[in-house]
């Protein structure tokens, strides 16, 4: 058993369907620090997302085990809380609202007045404490995803999960939100762990890069870790030759290295499969003698 804060221990996911399986995740092991941030990338449908359901208890894993902090990960917590695409807020609670529904369930300890600070605090961390009345549909997109950071942040996880929390923004706005991310986590050293689609995000965020390879059995290909200093500024970034470097190798891998190691899993399978075939006509034609 790994003592690293977060260790993801071989696990595998296979999903059954009308007598059908098929298998999304294979063997995979990951340990993370804490405060360490985690980018998880690759192609569509490799179970990106899977994986981190698997990490939040949203999901059992077929095999294979998630330690948090020395206990076994079997169910959602308060020690990890998600950030989806989707910002998930209730239309009908105002943004104060939304993230004291999150609070008054994870800091019972605290009293009503304790409450309120920690909620208005977490909001102005995002820069939302202007709107603490509002209701979703009073404000814009990016504004949703920061409440519903905001709320992420004020249960106090072990962990922050966010399943490509900016995919559904434009352009700007993402700039602006990746802005904040990174300012907050270098204000708090949460643990993150981040499902991106994007290069040039993961490699701005991320001390490490995560690349599984294409489905079925998707595995980790490749880890690259980032040795660019915090905080980081995109702008500076752009020319920077070591920034480049990571953003090449993360393409590189998505679309030159993908192929050789989807061959090689490929050779790997026949092998098996002919072995299999073989031992399964040594034990016939020893039963026939």
């Not at 689609?197 to 980032?226: C, F, K, Q, Y």
């Amino acid at each position: 058993m790994s003592n690293r804060y977060l260790s993801i221990e071989n696990v595998d996911m296979t999903f059954y369907a009308k007598g059908m399986e098929s298998q999304v995740l294979k063997g995979i092991d990951l340990a993370v620090d804490r405060g360490e941030y985690i980018s998880i990338i690759g192609h569509s449908g490799c179970g990106k997302s899977t994986l981190l359901n698997i990490v939040a208890g949203l999901t059992k894993s077929t095999s294979g085990a998630v330690i948090l902090d020395g206990k076994e990960v079997n169910s959602p917590g308060p020690d990890r809380s998600v950030v989806f695409q989707n910002h998930s807020l209730l239309p009908w609670l105002t943004v104060y609202e939304n993230v004291a529904l999150a609070v008054n369930k994870t800091q019972r300890g605290k009293s009503k007045a304790e409450r309120h600070e920690w909620i208005v605090k977490n909001l102005e961390m995002v820069g939302m404490g202007h709107a603490l009345d509002k209701r979703p549909a009073e404000i814009s997109g990016g504004m949703k995803q920061r409440v519903g950071i905001a709320r992420a942040l004020a249960m106090e996880p072990k962990v922050l999960l966010l399943d490509e929390p900016f995919g559904a923004l434009d352009a700007l706005t993402r700039a602006h939100l990746q802005e904040e991310v990174m300012r907050i986590q270098d204000e708090l050293g949460n643990t993150v762990i981040m499902i991106t689609h994007d290069v040039d995000e993961a490699v701005l965020l991320s001390d490490r890069i995560v690349m599984l390879t294409n489905g079925p059995s998707a595995r980790i290909g490749e880890i690259l870790d980032i040795d660019l200093p915090r905080p980081r500024d995109r702008i500076a970034l752009a020319d920077d030759p070591r920034y480049n470097h990571y953003r090449q190798e993360v393409l590189r891998f998505l679309y030159e290295k993908q192929r050789k190691v989807e061959s090689l899993a490929q050779r790997r399978g026949a092998v098996g499969e002919k072995e299999k075939g073989e031992k399964q006509k040594d034990e016939k034609e020893k039963a026939r003698a």
